[in-house]
């Protein structure tokens, strides 16, 4: 069934893949972005798209939604992915980063309950905070220090609030749903000191530069290409109901690979993937506030969703640097 679907941030890293595959699937899809930290590069595959329109405006603004709506002559989902990523940022622009979070997000969830329209929100796993029980469950508590600490959960701390506004906006009868991607990767994520960390480590390598690892680079993440990260999205907002038949309203998803690896092990991996490009590795430094282990429960995406990661760090790495030198 097509659908017309609003993506916030959709000129972004996931939003704009996710855009793709939505135009791809038949659907009718207006995106909204600022262009603060999306770019229209990320779009131009599909930029004259019969059924794409896009919109610049501030998710903040009901009436920038409502444009939206205008473009594609009604509404039925909304993906809200609309917010300011980048470890760096936390403290930079702490403000900003909450501004976007909070009152991004409840802008969305009011305008999706006036549509009648389903929405799937764009949390992370930074809303666990400093929990360092592995893996994440949806049940897990989140745990946050003293704000006179550091900055860090700007970010975190207001994507769990989101949740609780989400889940509050499920009881009042929106069906809503929230997925958690874990470190989501590919060729078009930033790769400067505000981007991610496969992005800087390929980055490095364009450059000739060596790798920075923080702290002794041995805290693990678990590196989720982009094309599994699109497919949980995708599928959180196309279904109906679960695989099993149960309701979707109200889960949550972490939408992440379980392969597990060491900062140290993901830059060699890098400079395995580049071969005679490798370049060295400088460890130290880092953010206040970093995990030193982030690993998914993925169990409710697989049991509810159907959806697995099925592209391992080797392939994904190969793929990525692949499209990085032959570009998009």
């Given at each position: ?251 949550g998803f972490n ?7 060491s900062m140290r ?54 793929a990525t640097w ?7």
């Open positions: 069934m097509s659908r017309r679907v609003i993506v916030t941030g959709g000129a972004g890293f996931i939003g704009a893949a996710l855009v793709e595959r939505l135009l791809v699937e038949g659907h009718r899809v207006a995106v909204l972005d600022n262009f603060w930290r999306g770019s229209m590069t990320n779009l131009s595959g599909v930029i004259d798209h019969a059924h794409l329109s896009v919109v610049e405006g501030d998710v903040t603004v009901p009436e920038d939604l409502e444009r939206c709506v205008a473009a594609l002559g009604g509404v039925d989902l909304v993906h809200h992915l609309a917010a300011i990523n980048g470890t760096k940022w936390f403290d930079e622009a702490a403000i900003d980063v909450i501004n976007v979070n909070i009152n991004g997000t409840l802008t969305a969830l009011r305008k999706a309950q006036e549509w009648g329209a389903r929405l799937v929100f764009a949390s992370s796993p930074e809303a666990f905070g400093e929990n360092e029980d592995m893996p994440l469950h949806n049940e897990d508590n989140s745990m946050f220090p003293s704000a006179s600490l550091h900055q860090r959960f700007s970010y975190g701390a207001s994507k769990y609030l989101d949740e609780v506004a989400v889940q509050h906006a499920v009881r009042k009868g929106l069906d809503a749903r929230i997925v958690r991607p874990f470190n989501a990767y590919g060729a078009t994520m930033l790769g400067d000191e505000y981007g991610q960390v496969v992005g800087m480590f390929f980055n490095a390598v364009k450059t000739q530069q060596p790798m920075q690892l923080h702290g002794d680079g041995l805290q693990t993440r678990c590196m989720t290409y982009i094309d599994d990260v699109v497919e949980g999205f995708y599928l959180a907002g196309e279904l109906d109901v679960g695989v099993d038949g149960s309701t979707l309203s109200g889960r939408i992440g690979s379980t392969e597990e690896v092990f993901l830059a060699e991996s890098v400079n395995k993937t580049v071969g005679t490009m490798a370049v060295d590795m400088v460890v130290g430094g880092g953010y206040p506030g970093d995990s030193q282990r982030r690993l998914p429960d993925t169990s409710a995406a697989a049991s509810l969703l159907g959806w697995t990661a099925r592209v391992d760090l080797r392939d994904g790495l190969l692949q499209r990085l030198q032959t570009g998009p």
